[in-house]
């Protein structure tokens, strides 16, 4: 960039240092919502670049980088240079198919499940059936396709998008992940954690597990389990009890298309305990405020 700043680029972070100011920070590009390219900037007063003869407006070398706590403005030597620093800068902040590449909402969860779970939390808590039935094929996958995109551009409106396709889109999503939600790694161990007999031991050795989950999933897993908790306590209605919540999202957050795991009732049957308790105990597991410091009980 120019001279009075620098920029440095890795994996999904944005380092930046303002050498006038002593300012430096870091840009998580994951929570990046857009990238705008000097053709896209409002700018347009003259100026002449240093080390060149030629004059340019700052249009042709100014960009922004929009996240949802701040906008950053930055400025390129060249027009060439910026756009150079757009492209890396779009690329690194695309989506890819693991939950470490997501783009993530100003709380630290994937944009896709949030826009998704507000929707239902507006419209569909009562709706009979809710994640139980499925929406339309072709709508879920163009929906799917449009979070995969840009989902930060992705706006949900329920005279275009029907309840059960933005539920069924968030099960695809969650279903899809390489890694599943729970980790494959520690499947193993929530599984023998569903063994334990004595209830209290079983939700320290829960939490224990929960813990070790990488943040961005630690963060998703106690907003999904929030969201299907409200759920549930609407089952008069929605008729979508913990147990029923549970049998869907058990193999949803602890299987995955490419790790399917073998046809064994008595497997899915812990999957479906494990996903019920957090569901149940997710205010103790997950600490959040003006939980008890014991477990509660059975």
């Not at 008069?236 to 795991?261: C, H, R, W, Y």
């Not at 494990?274 to 003006?290: C, E, K, P, T």
Request: with cysteine; net charge neutral; charged share 25%.
């Amino acid at each position: 960039l120019n001279r009075s700043s620098a920029l440095s680029l890795r994996n999904k972070e944005l380092k930046y240092h303002k050498m006038e100011a002593e300012e430096s920070g870091i840009v998580n590009l994951r929570k990046v919502s857009d990238v705008k390219t000097p053709e896209e900037t409002s700018r347009r007063r003259t100026a002449t670049l240093v080390g060149r003869q030629t004059k340019v407006t700052d249009a042709q070398v100014s960009f922004q980088i929009v996240t949802p706590e701040r906008t950053y403005y930055l400025r390129a030597q060249t027009p060439e240079d910026a756009e150079v620093w757009c492209s890396l800068l779009k690329e690194a902040a695309g989506t890819g198919a693991q939950l470490s590449d997501q783009r993530l909402s100003s709380s630290g969860i994937p944009v896709i499940v949030e826009k998704c779970v507000t929707f239902v939390e507006a419209h569909g808590t009562t709706v009979e059936g809710i994640y139980r039935h499925s929406g339309t094929k072709s709508s879920v996958e163009r929906l799917v396709q449009a979070f995969e995109q840009d989902a930060s551009s992705v706006v949900l409106d329920l005279s275009v998008n029907a309840i059960h396709d933005a539920t069924s889109c968030l099960k695809a999503f969650l279903r899809r992940l390489p890694d599943p939600l729970l980790s494959a790694a520690l499947l193993p161990s929530f599984i023998d954690a569903a063994r334990i007999d004595d209830h209290d031991m079983k939700l320290f050795q829960l939490q224990a597990l929960i813990s070790q989950l990488p943040a961005v999933n630690w963060e998703t897993l106690k907003y999904l389990m929030i969201h299907l908790s409200r759920i549930a306590d609407k089952s008069d209605e929605n008729k979508m009890t913990v147990q029923n919540l549970s049998v869907i999202f058990g193999p949803t957050l602890m299987t995955t298309e490419s790790l399917e795991a073998p046809d064994d009732f008595s497997a899915a049957n812990l999957k479906w305990a494990v996903v019920g308790d957090m569901i149940r105990y997710h205010r103790w597991l997950f600490q959040v405020s003006g939980s008890p410091v014991r477990p509660p009980g059975a």
